[in-house]
């Protein structure tokens, strides 16, 4: 029972981060951005996005799941560091997506690290 929570690409949390991730980097396209907002919603986005790939790739890597927790809290607070709050949808964006991913990585971390004790097993 313990063997499924290591295989790789099967992690539901993962898979939420790496949208999380995707929806952050593209959400330019659809809301109004200044340089600022713009280039912190697609690094930030793209690193929440290959940081839940890697996860989904190496279940039992802990560290990703801690990573992607300082990843959704830099993008929560986001708009007010880089000065895009008048950018109501650029901030609420950030400010949503940034608050999922630390649940998404908070709540896989436990997942991480019982996947990681399985792993260190065999």
């Known amino acids: 029972m313990a063997q499924t929570s290591v295989r790789p690409w099967t992690r539901p949390h ?10 952050l980097a ?25 940081d839940g790939l890697a996860s989904l790739a190496r279940p039992g890597m802990v ?8 990843l959704g809290a830099l993008a929560f607070i986001s708009p007010w560091v880089m000065g895009y709050t008048e950018l109501t949808g650029a901030a609420w964006t950030s400010w949503i997506v ?13 997942v991480a690290n019982a996947a990681h004790r399985t792993a260190g097993q065999h």
């Open 14 to 23: 993962d898979w939420v981060e790496v949208v999380l991730g995707v929806v």
């Open 26 to 50: 593209v959400s330019p396209l659809w809301f109004a951005t200044n340089t600022a907002a713009l280039w912190t919603m697609i690094v930030l986005g793209a690193l929440i996005a290959l």
């Open 63 to 70: 560290y990703g799941e801690g990573i992607q927790i300082v």
């Open 98 to 110: 940034g608050a999922l991913t630390v649940i998404a990585g908070a709540a896989a971390l436990p």
